[in-house]
């Protein structure tokens, strides 16, 4: 009984001990979510407050309580922990993803008025891969600032494209990409809907993956998948 006790006493002092008493009691509310919710909520916009806790954490919490975060804790506080590894290019990330692949825990999303239902390895996929609309947005951005002059035509601006400034290039986010491919297609326990992904992206973009081809078909035999196919098809495969 009292090795048992020791250790319960352990676990919540070894999590105070990897962040800072203020980004703990931060960390402490965010796990109190059930869902992942963007900046603005519901048909009115409403300002989430989730989302301005996770604002705050990402503020103040040091790289190396970002990553524990992001490892640790429920979906929500992973998810937004991931967000910051991400933008604030860590060198973790595709440990991160291989820890997300081995248990896909579900998420539940608020993306304004829209409601989804994702999983932890999806979601770091989806947010690597969309990077580069930002990226493009960014590019617009700079050559444009000189003579954005005022507040207001800045924030106009940063509305209209959606997106603050990027810190990745293209050519990073295709080497982060093609780390995760080859985690999720050297894994043959990988599940459907995160192979179905992969292939459902490059398709949208009009990329071919020739070296893919046999892990692919591996997948799209075991699930017997449309979306799989097609992609194969669409390569000439």
Same mark, same amino acid.
């Given at each position: 009984?009292?090795?048992?006790?020791?250790?319960?006493?352990?676990?919540?002092?070894?999590?105070?001990?990897?962040?800072?008493?203020?980004?703990?009691?931060?960390?402490?509310?965010?796990?109190?979510?059930? $869902?992942?919710?963007? *900046?603005? &909520?519901?048909?009115?916009?409403?300002? =989430?407050?989730?989302?301005? !806790? @996770?604002?705050?954490?990402?503020?103040?919490?040091?790289?190396?309580?970002?990553?524990?975060?992001?490892?640790?804790?429920?979906?929500?506080?992973?998810?937004?922990?991931?967000?910051?590894?991400?933008?604030?290019?860590?060198?973790?990330?595709?440990?991160?993803?291989?820890?997300?692949?081995?248990?896909?825990?579900?998420?539940?999303?608020?993306?304004?008025?829209?409601?989804?239902?994702?999983?932890?390895?999806?979601?770091?996929?989806?947010?690597?891969?969309?990077?580069?609309?930002?990226?493009?947005?960014?590019?617009?951005? $700079?050559?444009?600032? *000189?003579? &954005?002059?005022?507040?207001?035509?800045? =924030?106009?601006?940063?509305? !209209? @494209?959606?997106?603050?400034?990027?810190?990745?290039?293209?050519?990073?986010?295709?080497?982060?990409?093609?780390?995760?491919?080859?985690?999720?297609?050297?894994?043959?326990?990988?599940?459907?809907?995160?192979?179905?992904?992969?292939?459902?992206?490059?398709?949208?973009?009009?990329?071919?993956?020739?070296?893919?081809?046999?892990?692919?078909?591996?997948?799209?035999?075991?699930?017997?998948?449309?979306?799989?196919?097609?992609?194969?098809?669409?390569?000439?495969?």
């Amino acid at each position: 009984m009292m090795k048992i006790t020791g250790l319960l006493f352990f676990i919540p002092a070894f999590c105070f001990g990897q962040l800072s008493p203020e980004i703990n009691k931060l960390y402490d509310e965010l796990s109190k979510s059930k $869902r992942v919710e963007s *900046a603005a &909520i519901g048909y009115g916009g409403s300002e =989430s407050e989730v989302y301005k !806790l @996770f604002v705050e954490i990402d503020k103040k919490a040091s790289d190396k309580e970002v990553e524990y975060i992001a490892f640790n804790g429920n979906p929500v506080a992973k998810t937004y922990g991931s967000y910051s590894v991400f933008n604030r290019k860590l060198k973790i990330l595709d440990q991160l993803f291989d820890s997300y692949l081995k248990n896909n825990e579900p998420i539940s999303i608020i993306q304004g008025c829209v409601r989804s239902n994702s999983h932890l390895a999806d979601e770091l996929y989806k947010m690597v891969f969309w990077e580069k609309d930002n990226i493009k947005a960014t590019e617009v951005y $700079r050559k444009h600032k *000189a003579s &954005i002059k005022t507040e207001h035509e800045l =924030s106009n601006f940063i509305q !209209l @494209f959606g997106a603050k400034e990027s810190k990745w290039t293209m050519k990073e986010i295709d080497s982060v990409l093609i780390k995760f491919d080859r985690i999720v297609l050297d894994n043959p326990s990988s599940p459907q809907n995160l192979v179905e992904l992969i292939t459902e992206s490059y398709f949208f973009i009009k990329r071919k993956h020739p070296e893919y081809h046999d892990k692919l078909a591996y997948f799209e035999k075991k699930y017997n998948s449309e979306e799989i196919k097609k992609y194969l098809k669409f390569s000439g495969q």
